[in-house]
């Protein structure tokens, strides 16, 4: 199976909220930061779900890479500020997230808050 034909395969698990079967999934993996044709991995399709107990297991369980890049430079904690989760920004900062990263288009997560007017957490990211 390739890694778009994995991906597949992880989005409906996701987007299921079936967590034993993604759990299952990623411990069949030799690498939880398999990317498919857009850069997007494991983490970024959780944390656009907004699945808080799957982005805790990647990050603590299996070692995913909280920095990681999709094609146009977007970082996990990027989604999830766009996406509008709080706890998982928050996690993710607690857990180390580079807040430097810059995207494609030169912008870093803390202006990414600011531009979409997430006030509550530009706390997290100053």
């Given amino acids: 199976m390739n890694s778009n034909e994995v991906m597949k395969q992880v989005e409906e698990l996701v987007y299921n909220n079936d967590i034993e079967g993604f759990k299952k999934l990623m411990d069949s993996l030799e690498d939880v930061n398999l990317q498919d ?27 995913a890479d909280i920095n990681i890049q999709d094609t146009s430079g977007w970082t996990p904690l990027m989604e999830a500020i766009m996406d509008d989760f709080e706890e998982i920004v928050k996690y993710l900062v607690q857990k180390g997230a580079d807040l430097s990263i810059a995207n494609a288009r030169g912008v870093t997560a803390p202006v990414l808050a600011q531009k979409f007017e997430r006030t509550s957490m530009q706390k997290y990211l100053s």
Avoid at 44 to 63: D, F, P, Q, S, T
């Fill in 37 to 63: 044709k857009y850069g997007w991995t494991p983490l970024h399709l959780a944390i656009r779900r907004g699945r808080e107990e799957m982005v805790r297991y990647l990050v603590e369980e299996k070692g």
